[in-house]
């Protein structure tokens, strides 16, 4: 039984290193995309930061957002990654 829980062992460890590389791979070419408007940015906050042109504020919680251009392809994962890390989950 041994040979069998190594075997599933090996196997999702190289799941699990396949699916983390493919999200870099993704998260690159999100940034790539969406590079000229990437930041934080707050609406509730005072001061507030704002997005610039063309940009506009995704908000991720209930006090910071990410500034993304609405024109191009959505960064989903970086969005749900920054998401994780605002919300502590």
Do not use: W
Request: charged share 20%; aromatic share 10%; proline share 6%.
């Amino acid at each position: 039984m041994k040979p069998l829980y190594m075997l599933l062992f090996v196997l999702t460890l190289l799941l699990a290193t396949a699916t983390a590389d493919n999200m870099s791979q993704r998260m690159r070419r999100e940034y790539q995309v969406q590079k000229r408007c990437l930041r934080l940015c707050t609406r509730t906050l005072r001061p507030a930061v704002r997005c610039g042109r063309r940009c506009s504020c995704y908000m991720l919680g209930p006090y910071f957002g990410m500034c993304i251009d609405p024109q191009l392809s959505f960064p989903s994962t970086i969005v749900n990654s920054h998401y994780k890390l605002f919300n502590g989950l």
